[in-house]
């Protein structure tokens, strides 16, 4: 997934509004007592109603998932799954269009950029389905005594995805639940239900797939997701959200010594060195602050300037961000859609405001649109705040909205101190062109991914994940797939002299 590809403008968004978005459980289209409304964040309008599940639809959904795992050969046929991943990277690619445009509808993304999601499933699906032979090792320990390690699926995984990415985020942690032979139950936002079905919609047909192997749940609350949590029956969670939950579902679990995989939240440094190409850093750093509209774990959004370049760089990047064409993703000429909802502008811009009351200066005010067309949705211009105090909340907590600061460094070590003065350690950008600093700086920063003149480069092959507060574990790459297995180690003495 590479933020900087462009991608092609969607032409319009429509949506049904007589739909009626349901869950998929035991390979059936499941409803609920309780309904919710799906929203168009750029105007406010009714896209459809939801089946808003809760225990009962997760109950049902792992008694599902551990019959496929106890009567289907899913866990031990591993051509079987990798042909099934297959399938279902080809399913994606043929519906790519229809969930680029119920993203843009229902998620508020502009089209390049649910382009670029829809774009990473497939990717993640195909390395995936590489990685299902899970075979162990053996070897002859010694004369007649033979040992081998062989690698099992854990059981059924609980799976629980947040709404600023569901497509790409659901399958970067379902694609390797599956590869390793779990079956799966999926929690995803009542903020995303139309595209939680489409999800539901394309996955379903794919053919091969044992029924129950794949359950999918959408809910406004938390119910579904604590029986999961608390569920015997339910070895692993995978999580992607915020520390605050993520400590939670950490302190829940542990009297089942559930295993977790949590990506969490980020405060991802930029740091821009006197030597850096300014040009380039100000293109990816405005690109790092907006993107899904702020609402991603690894907004740029702590920028860190060496002193001689600082007025530059805040002249350069205010110029920017005060350009930057705020839209619906029906407008092909938008570059920055809606935060998800109304209710989240205004915790962001309150946030805005209580930095600017202890002492942060504004660059950039932006905040949020109240009149014409752009007041009916939630949209939040970019916001740029310069900063002396990183103890500052806006500094050290995570904004999730296109909020950035910006601080002056003198020295590397400066720079290298403040970057790492922060409970979140996700990601973490260095812009210049020395020959030795970048290694060094990288080495030295509490990240679990660095950018070296560039911004949010993330492929399949190689894994993500964070230090501290940002989580535990690691998604995509061979490390991905741990949480998802057993060891098991059989030793026998065959009679050998």
Not at 201 to 227: C, K, M, R, Y
Not at 441 to 468: D, H, M, R
Request: proline share 5%.
């Amino acid at each position: 997934m590479e933020i900087l590809e462009k991608a092609p403008a969607s032409k319009g968004v429509t949506a049904d509004t007589q739909s009626i978005a349901k869950h998929w459980i035991g390979g059936e289209w499941i409803d609920s007592q309780k309904h919710g409304i799906s929203l168009n964040p750029a105007t406010g309008g009714s896209l459809g109603t939801y089946a808003d599940g809760g225990d009962a639809e997760a109950g049902r959904a792992v008694d599902a998932a551990l019959t496929a795992f106890r009567q289907t050969g899913w866990k031990s046929d591993h051509a079987l799954r990798s042909k099934v991943l297959l399938a279902m990277a080809d399913r994606i690619e043929t519906r790519a269009n229809d969930l680029i445009q119920i993203l843009c509808a229902e998620n508020g993304k502009i089209a390049s950029e649910a382009a670029m999601e829809v774009d990473a499933a497939p990717m993640l699906l195909r390395y995936w389905a590489a990685k299902t032979f899970t075979a162990g090792r053996s070897g002859e320990v010694r004369p007649g005594s033979f040992s081998f390690t062989i690698r099992e699926a854990v059981g059924v995984a609980g799976i629980i995805a947040p709404f600023n990415a569901p497509v790409a985020l659901t399958i970067r942690a379902l694609a390797p639940a599956l590869a390793a032979g779990a079956t799966t139950v999926v929690k995803l936002p009542g903020l995303t239900a139309q595209t939680n079905h489409l999800i539901c919609e394309i996955l379903s047909g794919t053919p091969d797939l044992p029924i129950g192997v794949i359950n999918i749940l959408t809910e406004s609350g938390s119910e579904a997701a604590q029986f999961l949590v608390n569920s015997p029956d339910v070895p692993v969670i995978s999580f992607t959200g915020s520390s605050k939950t993520g400590r939670a579902i950490m302190a829940a679990g542990a009297s089942r010594l559930k295993r977790l995989s949590l990506e969490l939240g980020g405060k991802t440094p930029m740091l821009v060195f006197n030597d850096a190409d300014i040009e380039a850093a100000i293109f990816a750093i405005g690109k790092a602050v907006t993107i899904f509209s702020g609402q991603f774990c690894m907004t740029g959004s702590r920028i860190l300037v060496q002193r001689a370049v600082a007025e530059r760089v805040k002249q350069l990047l205010a110029e920017r961000l005060e350009k930057v064409r705020v839209g619906p993703a029906s407008d092909p000429s938008s570059e920055l859609g809606p935060m998800i909802d109304k209710a989240n502008v205004l915790r962001v811009n309150g946030v805005v405001e209580e930095a600017i009351a202890s002492g942060a200066k504004v660059i950039v005010r932006g905040g949020p649109a109240t009149e014409g067309i752009l007041g009916k949705g939630a949209f939040y211009r970019p916001t740029l705040l310069e900063v002396t105090n990183p103890d500052l909340p806006v500094v050290q907590q995570e904004v999730f909205g296109p909020v950035a600061t910006l601080q002056v460094f003198d020295t590397e070590a400066e720079a290298i101190a403040l970057a790492n003065y922060s409970d979140y350690g996700l990601a973490a950008g260095i812009w210049t062109r020395d020959v030795d600093r970048p290694w060094r700086v990288a080495k030295a920063l509490q990240a679990g991914t660095i950018w070296i003149n560039t911004y949010a480069q993330v492929f399949p092959e190689f894994e993500e994940g964070g230090y501290k507060q940002s989580g535990i574990g690691r998604l995509n790459g061979e490390a991905a797939m741990e949480a998802f297995l057993e060891y098991k180690h059989i030793t026998f003495n065959p009679g050998i002299k």
